[in-house]
């Protein structure tokens, strides 16, 4: 009998869970094809460029001397340099990632309901994980 109880509960959470990540998902694809990028450039596009043509992760070069970048975080670069190892012309590369950060953003709010669990009542919880779906930098970014 308890078993029985435990697997309608876990479905109703899984079903829960499958409506936060589709309604995370369904808020950030017009939010990005409004307000998100269409090049890659500044710093971003300097390093990805500079590891695409000469294997470097520099923002700044003299020649064929690379500066080492200490500025800039290097996971996003190698994250954008994963993508642009596919030959994507540019266009298409940019809504790769831009997809592909919808799709981690959205599972960043499953995340946050399962830490929310830990600590606060179902109620409190489906509402906190609501509101930080569409928290402003947590969509655009």
């Known amino acids: 009998m308890?078993?029985?109880?435990?697997?309608?509960?876990?479905?109703?959470?899984?079903?829960?869970?499958?409506?936060?990540f589709l309604f995370s998902f369904l808020i950030r694809i017009p939010v990005i094809f409004i307000f998100?990028?269409?090049r890659l450039d500044n710093e971003w596009g300097i390093i990805v460029n500079n590891l695409t043509d000469y294997g470097k992760f520099s923002l700044v070069n003299f020649g064929d001397?690379?500066?080492?970048?200490?500025?800039?975080?290097?996971?996003y670069a190698f994250y954008l340099y994963f993508f642009?190892?596919?030959?994507?012309?540019?266009?298409?590369?940019?809504?790769?990632?831009?997809?592909?950060?919808?799709?981690?953003?959205?599972?960043?709010v499953v995340?946050?309901?399962?830490?929310?669990?830990?600590?606060?009542?179902?109620?409190i919880c489906i509402l906190g994980t609501l509101i930080f779906s569409l928290f402003r930098i947590s969509i655009c970014w």
Do not use: A, C, R
Not at 2 to 20: A, G, P, S, V
Not at 85 to 95: G, P, S
Not at 111 to 123: A, C, T
């Open 111 to 123: 995340i946050f309901y399962n830490i929310n669990k830990l600590f606060f009542s179902n109620k």
């Open 36 to 38: 998100g990028d269409t």
């Open 2 to 20: 308890y078993l029985n109880n435990y697997q309608h509960l876990k479905n109703k959470e899984t079903y829960l869970l499958f409506f936060l």
């Open 84 to 108: 642009k190892i596919f030959h994507f012309n540019n266009e298409i590369y940019i809504q790769v990632v831009l997809f592909s950060q919808i799709i981690l953003s959205s599972f960043s």
């Open 65 to 75: 001397f690379f500066v080492p970048s200490l500025f800039m975080p290097p996971l």
